[in-house]
C-alpha cells in the first residue's frame, strides 16, 4: 500500500507542532506494517524552503526525504493538476492530489483543509494524525 505525505505534513517532522508526536507514530506504525510513503519530488523544494525561511537544518530535511520515496513530475501530471475540479485549490496543493492519484496511493497525510477537500473528492482518504480534520 501507498501512502501520500503532503508538505504540510511532512514540514511537522521537521518543526515540532502539537501533531507532530501523533504523525510520527502513525508514520513509525504505517511503515513497520510494510506500508511505502510516497510524494512528488516537489516536496523536497517545498520542505527546503521552509527549512530557509525558519533557518532551520537541511539535515533534518534531509533525513525527512530519505524515508519517503520521491516522483519525479512529468507533463502530464501538470495538466491533470490544472484540470481537477475545485475553484478554490491552489496549484501546489493541485499537483500533491494528482501526484496522489497518479501515484495510486490509497491516502493523503495533510493538514491542508483545502487539500484533503480536494482529495476526498477524488476518491482519495485523508489522514492528519492529532487533528480535528483526521478520518482515521
Same mark, same amino acid.
Given at each position: 500500500?501507498?501512502?501520500?505525505?503532503?508538505?504540510?505534513?511532512?514540514?511537522?517532522?521537521?518543526?515540532?507542532?502539537?501533531?507532530?508526536?501523533?504523525?510520527?507514530?502513525?508514520?513509525?506504525?504505517?511503515?513497520?506494517?510494510?506500508?511505502?510513503?510516497?510524494?512528488?519530488?516537489?516536496?523536497?523544494?517545498?520542505?527546503?524552503?521552509?527549512?530557509?525561511?525558519?533557518?532551520?537544518?537541511?539535515?533534518?530535511?534531509?533525513?525527512?526525504?530519505? +524515508?519517503?520515496?520521491?516522483?519525479?513530475?512529468?507533463?502530464?501530471?501538470? +495538466?491533470?493538476?490544472?484540470?481537477?475540479?475545485?475553484?478554490?485549490?491552489?496549484?501546489?496543493?493541485?499537483?500533491?492530489?494528482?501526484?496522489?492519484?497518479?501515484?495510486?496511493?490509497?491516502?493523503?497525510?495533510?493538514?491542508?483543509?483545502?487539500?484533503?477537500?480536494?482529495?476526498?473528492?477524488?476518491?482519495?482518504?485523508?489522514?492528519?494524525?492529532?487533528?480535528?480534520?483526521?478520518?482515521?
Amino acid at each position: 500500500m501507498r501512502v501520500y505525505v503532503d508538505t504540510s505534513a511532512a514540514s511537522k517532522l521537521i518543526v515540532r507542532e502539537a501533531e507532530s508526536a501523533a504523525l510520527i507514530e502513525y508514520l513509525d506504525a504505517a511503515v513497520a506494517a510494510g506500508v511505502d510513503l510516497v510524494s512528488s519530488l516537489l516536496l523536497e523544494t517545498e520542505l527546503r524552503r521552509v527549512a530557509v525561511r525558519l533557518n532551520l537544518s537541511q539535515v533534518a530535511v534531509s533525513d525527512v526525504l530519505d +524515508r519517503v520515496q520521491l516522483a519525479l513530475p512529468d507533463r502530464l501530471l501538470y +495538466r491533470d493538476a490544472g484540470l481537477l475540479s475545485g475553484a478554490n485549490l491552489r496549484s501546489l496543493d493541485a499537483l500533491h492530489v494528482a501526484a496522489a492519484l497518479r501515484l495510486e496511493a490509497r491516502e493523503i497525510i495533510s493538514y491542508d483543509r483545502k487539500q484533503t477537500e480536494a482529495a476526498k473528492n477524488h476518491g482519495l482518504r485523508t489522514v492528519a494524525p492529532a487533528s480535528e480534520d483526521d478520518d482515521h
